[in-house]
Protein backbone atom coordinates (compact mmCIF):
# COMPACT_ATOMS: atom_id res chain seq x y z
CA UNK A 1 0.00 0.00 0.00
CA UNK A 2 1.32 3.39 -0.90
CA UNK A 3 1.63 5.59 1.70
CA UNK A 4 -0.85 8.49 2.07
CA UNK A 5 0.36 11.79 0.94
CA UNK A 6 3.38 10.54 -1.16
CA UNK A 7 3.67 11.73 -4.46
CA UNK A 8 2.23 9.35 -7.42
CA UNK A 9 5.00 6.60 -8.22
CA UNK A 10 6.53 6.95 -4.91
CA UNK A 11 7.56 3.06 -4.10
CA UNK A 12 5.71 1.90 -1.03
CA UNK A 13 7.40 2.76 2.52
CA UNK A 14 9.28 5.93 0.56
CA UNK A 15 8.84 9.14 1.71
CA UNK A 16 9.59 11.85 -0.63
CA UNK A 17 12.90 13.98 1.01
CA UNK A 18 11.29 17.68 2.09
CA UNK A 19 12.11 20.12 -0.88
CA UNK A 20 14.77 22.49 -0.16
CA UNK A 21 13.59 26.03 -0.54
CA UNK A 22 15.93 28.78 -0.85
CA UNK A 23 15.71 31.82 2.13
CA UNK A 24 13.72 34.78 0.45
CA UNK A 25 16.49 37.01 0.61
CA UNK A 26 18.82 35.02 -1.86
CA UNK A 27 16.76 35.98 -4.93
CA UNK A 28 17.04 39.84 -4.40
CA UNK A 29 21.19 39.13 -3.21
CA UNK A 30 21.79 37.18 -6.31
CA UNK A 31 20.72 39.73 -8.74
CA UNK A 32 22.74 42.47 -6.53
CA UNK A 33 25.69 40.25 -7.49
CA UNK A 34 24.88 39.81 -10.96
CA UNK A 35 24.24 43.68 -10.96
CA UNK A 36 27.87 44.32 -9.77
CA UNK A 37 29.05 42.00 -12.35
CA UNK A 38 27.55 44.03 -15.16
CA UNK A 39 28.51 47.21 -13.56
CA UNK A 40 31.77 46.32 -13.20
CA UNK A 41 32.08 45.11 -16.37
CA UNK A 42 30.86 48.79 -18.05
CA UNK A 43 33.23 50.57 -15.49
CA UNK A 44 36.15 48.48 -17.35
CA UNK A 45 34.93 49.52 -20.81
CA UNK A 46 34.52 52.45 -19.77
CA UNK A 47 36.77 53.72 -17.20
CA UNK A 48 35.20 57.26 -17.30
CA UNK A 49 31.81 55.78 -15.82
CA UNK A 50 32.68 55.14 -11.95
CA UNK A 51 31.42 51.63 -10.71
CA UNK A 52 28.61 52.87 -8.38
CA UNK A 53 27.56 55.25 -10.99
CA UNK A 54 26.84 52.28 -13.45
CA UNK A 55 25.55 50.22 -10.42
CA UNK A 56 22.53 53.10 -9.70
CA UNK A 57 22.05 52.93 -13.28
CA UNK A 58 21.91 49.46 -14.14
CA UNK A 59 19.21 48.95 -11.08
CA UNK A 60 17.27 51.25 -12.48
CA UNK A 61 17.20 49.45 -15.53
CA UNK A 62 16.49 46.53 -13.89
CA UNK A 63 13.41 47.61 -12.63
CA UNK A 64 11.78 48.43 -15.68
CA UNK A 65 13.09 46.19 -18.24
CA UNK A 66 10.37 43.35 -18.96
CA UNK A 67 12.62 40.51 -18.56
CA UNK A 68 13.98 41.33 -15.18
CA UNK A 69 11.23 43.86 -13.80
CA UNK A 70 8.88 41.10 -12.17
CA UNK A 71 11.48 39.67 -10.73
CA UNK A 72 12.75 42.88 -9.23
CA UNK A 73 9.27 43.95 -8.11
CA UNK A 74 8.31 40.53 -6.76
CA UNK A 75 10.62 37.77 -5.69
CA UNK A 76 13.72 39.56 -5.51
CA UNK A 77 12.53 42.88 -3.56
CA UNK A 78 13.33 41.57 -0.15
CA UNK A 79 16.65 40.77 -0.96
CA UNK A 80 17.68 43.72 -2.86
CA UNK A 81 16.12 45.94 -0.53
CA UNK A 82 18.70 44.11 2.29
CA UNK A 83 21.41 44.90 0.10
CA UNK A 84 20.61 48.68 0.06
CA UNK A 85 19.88 48.74 4.01
CA UNK A 86 22.70 46.01 5.21
CA UNK A 87 25.30 46.23 2.75
CA UNK A 88 25.26 50.02 2.53
CA UNK A 89 26.01 49.95 6.30
CA UNK A 90 29.26 47.71 5.90
CA UNK A 91 30.43 49.61 3.00
CA UNK A 92 29.98 52.66 4.90
CA UNK A 93 32.14 50.95 7.67
CA UNK A 94 34.77 50.30 5.67
CA UNK A 95 34.70 53.53 4.22
CA UNK A 96 36.37 54.61 7.26
CA UNK A 97 39.51 53.70 6.41
CA UNK A 98 40.03 56.09 3.88
CA UNK A 99 40.53 58.29 5.54
CA UNK A 100 43.33 58.98 8.70
CA UNK A 101 43.65 61.99 11.26
CA UNK A 102 47.14 63.47 9.63
CA UNK A 103 45.15 63.35 6.57
CA UNK A 104 42.98 66.26 8.48
CA UNK A 105 45.14 68.20 9.69
CA UNK A 106 47.59 67.82 6.59
CA UNK A 107 44.76 70.34 4.82
CA UNK A 108 45.33 72.99 7.23
CA UNK A 109 42.84 74.52 9.04
CA UNK A 110 41.45 77.50 6.61
CA UNK A 111 40.63 74.71 4.41
CA UNK A 112 39.14 72.63 7.26
CA UNK A 113 37.39 75.49 7.85
CA UNK A 114 36.39 76.00 4.33
CA UNK A 115 34.87 72.80 4.11
CA UNK A 116 32.73 73.13 7.16
CA UNK A 117 30.94 76.30 5.90
CA UNK A 118 30.45 74.83 1.97
CA UNK A 119 28.80 71.73 3.82
CA UNK A 120 27.01 73.78 6.20
CA UNK A 121 25.68 76.02 3.37
CA UNK A 122 24.83 72.77 1.08
CA UNK A 123 23.18 71.14 3.61
CA UNK A 124 21.11 73.91 5.30
CA UNK A 125 20.33 75.59 2.35
CA UNK A 126 18.87 72.04 0.69
CA UNK A 127 16.85 70.99 3.12
CA UNK A 128 14.70 74.77 3.21
CA UNK A 129 14.63 74.94 -0.14
CA UNK A 130 13.20 71.34 -0.24
CA UNK A 131 10.97 71.65 2.29
CA UNK A 132 9.58 74.92 0.80
CA UNK A 133 9.08 72.83 -2.59
CA UNK A 134 7.35 70.96 -0.72
CA UNK A 135 8.69 67.78 -1.42
CA UNK A 136 7.68 64.42 -0.44
CA UNK A 137 8.54 62.75 3.30
CA UNK A 138 12.70 62.71 3.40
CA UNK A 139 13.54 63.60 0.44
CA UNK A 140 14.67 67.30 1.44
CA UNK A 141 16.70 66.06 3.98
CA UNK A 142 18.26 63.00 1.99
CA UNK A 143 18.95 64.91 -0.88
CA UNK A 144 20.79 68.04 1.25
CA UNK A 145 22.78 65.21 2.53
CA UNK A 146 23.82 63.37 -0.59
CA UNK A 147 24.82 66.89 -1.52
CA UNK A 148 26.69 68.34 1.06
CA UNK A 149 28.86 64.94 2.10
CA UNK A 150 29.52 61.71 0.22
CA UNK A 151 26.48 61.83 -2.46
CA UNK A 152 24.41 58.16 -2.25
CA UNK A 153 26.90 56.45 0.67
CA UNK A 154 25.53 60.10 2.81
CA UNK A 155 22.21 59.11 1.50
CA UNK A 156 22.14 55.26 2.78
CA UNK A 157 23.50 56.48 6.14
CA UNK A 158 21.13 58.63 7.34
CA UNK A 159 17.88 56.86 6.05
CA UNK A 160 18.91 54.49 8.43
CA UNK A 161 19.00 56.80 11.27
CA UNK A 162 15.67 58.41 9.64
CA UNK A 163 13.96 55.12 8.47
CA UNK A 164 12.93 56.94 5.60
CA UNK A 165 10.77 55.51 3.15
CA UNK A 166 13.05 53.45 0.43
CA UNK A 167 11.05 55.28 -2.68
CA UNK A 168 12.70 58.46 -1.04
CA UNK A 169 16.29 56.95 -0.57
CA UNK A 170 15.89 55.31 -3.82
CA UNK A 171 14.86 59.06 -5.87
CA UNK A 172 17.50 60.76 -3.85
CA UNK A 173 20.27 58.19 -5.07
CA UNK A 174 19.27 58.74 -8.58
CA UNK A 175 19.47 62.58 -8.09
CA UNK A 176 22.61 63.03 -6.51
CA UNK A 177 24.06 60.12 -8.60
CA UNK A 178 22.86 62.07 -11.96
CA UNK A 179 24.84 65.44 -10.68
CA UNK A 180 27.50 63.64 -9.76
CA UNK A 181 27.94 62.04 -13.31
CA UNK A 182 27.01 65.31 -14.86
CA UNK A 183 30.04 67.00 -12.78
CA UNK A 184 32.38 64.49 -14.04
CA UNK A 185 32.40 66.04 -17.94
CA UNK A 186 31.36 69.68 -16.78
CA UNK A 187 33.85 71.00 -13.98
CA UNK A 188 37.12 70.21 -16.54
CA UNK A 189 35.70 72.24 -19.22
CA UNK A 190 35.09 74.94 -16.49
CA UNK A 191 38.78 75.12 -15.34
CA UNK A 192 40.47 77.51 -17.48
CA UNK A 193 37.56 80.09 -17.68
CA UNK A 194 37.17 79.98 -13.91
CA UNK A 195 41.04 80.52 -13.62
CA UNK A 196 41.94 77.24 -11.71
CA UNK A 197 45.53 76.44 -11.48
CA UNK A 198 45.54 72.48 -10.70
CA UNK A 199 45.54 72.28 -7.21
CA UNK A 200 42.81 74.69 -6.48
CA UNK A 201 40.94 72.71 -9.57
CA UNK A 202 41.22 69.78 -7.40
CA UNK A 203 40.18 71.29 -4.34
CA UNK A 204 36.54 72.63 -5.89
CA UNK A 205 36.06 69.34 -7.51
CA UNK A 206 36.94 67.76 -3.88
CA UNK A 207 34.48 70.04 -2.19
CA UNK A 208 31.63 69.88 -4.96
CA UNK A 209 31.28 66.53 -6.15
CA UNK A 210 29.56 64.37 -4.09
CA UNK A 211 30.99 60.86 -4.27
CA UNK A 212 34.72 59.70 -4.17
CA UNK A 213 34.53 57.86 -7.24
CA UNK A 214 33.04 60.79 -9.28
CA UNK A 215 35.47 63.16 -7.75
CA UNK A 216 38.61 60.72 -8.62
CA UNK A 217 36.88 60.33 -12.01
CA UNK A 218 36.83 64.20 -12.61
CA UNK A 219 39.99 65.49 -10.76
CA UNK A 220 42.28 63.30 -12.94
CA UNK A 221 41.89 64.95 -15.79
CA UNK A 222 43.73 68.15 -14.32
CA UNK A 223 46.63 65.52 -13.35
CA UNK A 224 47.94 64.11 -10.33
CA UNK A 225 48.33 67.45 -8.09
CA UNK A 226 44.59 68.03 -8.90
CA UNK A 227 43.70 64.37 -7.77
CA UNK A 228 45.65 64.23 -4.80
CA UNK A 229 44.24 67.73 -3.55
CA UNK A 230 40.55 66.54 -4.14
CA UNK A 231 40.80 63.03 -2.45
CA UNK A 232 42.23 65.07 0.76
CA UNK A 233 39.38 67.59 0.22
CA UNK A 234 36.80 65.29 -0.56
CA UNK A 235 37.83 62.87 2.27
CA UNK A 236 37.35 65.58 4.82
CA UNK A 237 33.75 65.82 3.72
CA UNK A 238 33.33 62.11 4.19
CA UNK A 239 34.68 63.14 7.76
CA UNK A 240 31.63 65.47 8.56
CA UNK A 241 29.27 62.08 8.01
CA UNK A 242 29.54 60.67 11.57
CA UNK A 243 28.89 64.05 13.20
CA UNK A 244 25.58 64.35 10.96
CA UNK A 245 24.12 61.39 11.38
CA UNK A 246 25.11 61.83 15.45
CA UNK A 247 22.84 64.51 15.34
CA UNK A 248 20.30 63.39 13.55
CA UNK A 249 20.07 60.29 15.75
CA UNK A 250 19.81 62.53 18.77
CA UNK A 251 17.19 64.49 16.88
CA UNK A 252 14.71 61.19 16.25
CA UNK A 253 15.58 60.18 19.48
CA UNK A 254 14.26 63.12 20.83
CA UNK A 255 11.43 63.17 18.80
CA UNK A 256 10.54 59.58 19.77
CA UNK A 257 10.81 60.44 23.44
CA UNK A 258 8.33 62.97 22.58
CA UNK A 259 5.59 60.76 20.97
CA UNK A 260 6.03 58.28 23.79
CA UNK A 261 2.97 57.09 25.49
CA UNK A 262 2.13 53.67 27.24
CA UNK A 263 3.17 52.09 24.61
CA UNK A 264 7.16 51.32 24.42
CA UNK A 265 8.17 52.81 21.21
CA UNK A 266 11.51 51.88 19.86
CA UNK A 267 14.10 55.10 20.15
CA UNK A 268 17.27 55.11 17.70
CA UNK A 269 20.47 54.53 19.48
CA UNK A 270 22.45 57.70 20.11
CA UNK A 271 25.55 56.58 17.68
CA UNK A 272 24.30 54.20 15.35
CA UNK A 273 26.74 51.20 15.54
CA UNK A 274 27.36 51.67 11.63
CA UNK A 275 28.59 55.23 12.48
CA UNK A 276 30.36 54.03 15.37
CA UNK A 277 32.25 51.74 13.03
CA UNK A 278 33.09 54.04 10.34
CA UNK A 279 34.95 55.95 13.46
CA UNK A 280 36.86 52.87 14.88
CA UNK A 281 37.97 52.54 10.96
CA UNK A 282 39.44 55.99 10.85
CA UNK A 283 41.10 55.12 14.80
CA UNK A 284 42.81 52.27 13.29
CA UNK A 285 43.94 54.14 10.03
CA UNK A 286 45.18 56.68 11.83
CA UNK A 287 47.47 54.28 13.62
CA UNK A 288 49.16 53.35 10.78
CA UNK A 289 48.86 49.91 11.63
CA UNK A 290 46.95 48.73 8.04
CA UNK A 291 48.92 47.46 5.47
CA UNK A 292 48.68 48.77 1.97
CA UNK A 293 47.67 45.50 0.71
CA UNK A 294 44.70 45.18 3.71
CA UNK A 295 43.83 48.51 2.34
CA UNK A 296 43.68 48.00 -0.94
CA UNK A 297 41.69 45.11 0.15
CA UNK A 298 39.29 47.02 2.01
CA UNK A 299 39.13 49.35 -0.68
CA UNK A 300 37.70 46.89 -2.83
CA UNK A 301 35.22 45.49 -0.16
CA UNK A 302 33.92 49.07 0.25
CA UNK A 303 33.52 49.65 -3.41
CA UNK A 304 31.82 46.28 -4.43
CA UNK A 305 29.83 46.71 -0.99
CA UNK A 306 28.53 50.04 -2.20
CA UNK A 307 27.85 48.75 -5.60
CA UNK A 308 25.81 46.06 -4.68
CA UNK A 309 23.77 48.60 -1.84
CA UNK A 310 23.00 51.16 -5.06
CA UNK A 311 21.99 48.20 -7.58
CA UNK A 312 19.50 47.69 -4.78
CA UNK A 313 18.82 51.20 -4.16
CA UNK A 314 18.59 51.93 -8.03
CA UNK A 315 16.17 49.16 -7.94
CA UNK A 316 13.52 50.88 -6.24
CA UNK A 317 13.36 53.72 -8.36
CA UNK A 318 9.92 54.10 -10.13
CA UNK A 319 9.98 56.11 -12.97
CA UNK A 320 6.35 56.70 -13.28
CA UNK A 321 5.93 57.89 -9.93
CA UNK A 322 8.93 59.70 -10.20
CA UNK A 323 7.49 62.03 -12.82
CA UNK A 324 4.74 63.37 -10.46
CA UNK A 325 7.36 65.51 -8.77
CA UNK A 326 10.33 64.91 -10.64
CA UNK A 327 10.54 68.72 -11.96
CA UNK A 328 10.34 70.05 -8.57
CA UNK A 329 13.36 67.02 -7.48
CA UNK A 330 15.23 68.30 -10.45
CA UNK A 331 14.90 72.22 -9.60
CA UNK A 332 16.01 71.15 -6.33
CA UNK A 333 18.83 69.21 -7.43
CA UNK A 334 20.44 71.98 -9.64
CA UNK A 335 19.75 74.63 -7.14
CA UNK A 336 21.54 72.49 -4.95
CA UNK A 337 24.23 71.99 -7.40
CA UNK A 338 24.81 75.47 -7.37
CA UNK A 339 24.68 76.15 -3.94
CA UNK A 340 27.82 73.67 -3.21
CA UNK A 341 29.70 74.75 -6.80
CA UNK A 342 29.64 78.59 -6.23
CA UNK A 343 30.29 78.05 -1.93
CA UNK A 344 33.19 75.62 -2.85
CA UNK A 345 34.23 78.11 -5.41
CA UNK A 346 34.48 80.97 -3.16
CA UNK A 347 36.21 79.05 -0.34
CA UNK A 348 38.86 77.78 -2.41
CA UNK A 349 39.67 81.53 -3.83
CA UNK A 350 39.61 82.46 -0.67
CA UNK A 351 42.50 79.87 0.94
CA UNK A 352 44.90 79.39 -1.62
Not at 42 to 69: D, K
Not at 74 to 79: D, E, I, L, Q, V
Not at 127 to 143: A, F, K, S, T, V
Not at 336 to 345: D, E, K, L, P
Amino acid sequence: MAVTGAPAGTPAGAIAAPRRRMPPAAYGLGLAVCGVAAAWAVHRAVPAVPLLTAAVVLGIGAAHLPGTRGLVRGRGRAGLSLAGKRLMRLGIVLLGLKLSLDDVLGLGWATVAMVFCVVAATFGGTWWLGRRMGLRGDQPLLIATGYSICGASAIGAVSEVSDSDERDVATSVALVTLCGTLAIAVLPLLQQPLGLGDAQFGRWVGASVHDVGQVVAAAQTAGPAALKEAVLVKLMRVALLAPLVAALAVSVRARAGARRTTTATRRPPLVPLFVAGFLCMVALRSTGLPSAAALDAAATGQELLLAAALFGLGSAVHLPSLTRTGARVAALGLCAWGVIAGVSYAGVLLTT
